[in-house]
């Protein structure tokens, strides 16, 4: 599709308070899984981002994969979730964190979180950036959040509208057309 521009409408969140929130995840999840080895799991594409932010915040031994899965809304509220890209090692017995741009329906998580269960991690949480409650059709358990944000589509600071505007530093709304 071929790149249509678009006016911003207001900036939701600026740099310095996406900072101040990854610092502070970076800090809990140090605390909280000291004396033990991390496996994170990045989903993509749009959590590459807050990946490469977040990991210069964790200080206990990690290592780092990517999974790439698409889902769609299908007649039953669940959806199906399709993997496209798989992790490259067994997670059997690891501590697993997954690491997710935004929590909206919350459909593909508890997809991923499903499939990932069944590899017998040691544990399994989710952390987030943006969190998006009051759409949420299923009622999964995200155990990090950054901030919570309200029903607007945004853009920047690795998500998208239609595969552009990632590059944005910080997150906007669009305007409508
Ligand atoms: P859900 O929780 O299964 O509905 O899907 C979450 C995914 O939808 C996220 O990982 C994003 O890729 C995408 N998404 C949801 N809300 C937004 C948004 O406001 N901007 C950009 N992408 C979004
Ligand atoms: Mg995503």
């Given amino acids: 599709m071929a790149f249509v521009e678009k006016k911003v409408d207001h900036r939701l969140v600026g740099r310095e308070e996406i900072d101040a929130f990854v610092a502070r995840l970076g800090k ?38 990517f999974m790439s899965v698409s889902s769609y809304a299908g007649e039953k509220s669940t959806g199906i979730v ?5 992790l490259d090692k067994n997670i059997s017995g690891r501590h697993v964190l997954i690491i997710e741009d935004i929590v909206d329906t919350g459909i593909t998580l508890n997809h991923l979180m499903n499939l990932l269960s069944t590899r017998n991690p040691a544990s399994l949480r989710i952390v987030t950036a943006f969190d998006k409650p009051s759409r949420r059709q299923i009622d999964i358990d995200v155990h990090y959040i950054g901030m919570e944000i309200p029903n607007e589509f945004i853009v920047g600071y690795g998500l998208d509208l239609d595969g552009y505007y990632r590059n944005l530093p910080d997150v906007e709304v669009l305007a409508a057309d």
Avoid at 82 to 86: A, L, P, S
């Fill in 28 to 65: 809990q999840i140090s605390e909280d899984y000291k004396g033990k080895e991390l496996y994170l799991i990045c989903v993509l594409k749009g959590s590459f981002m807050f990946l490469a932010d977040l990991i210069r915040h964790i200080d206990v031994p990690c290592e780092i994969d």
């Fill in 82 to 86: 399709k993997i496209n890209k798989d």
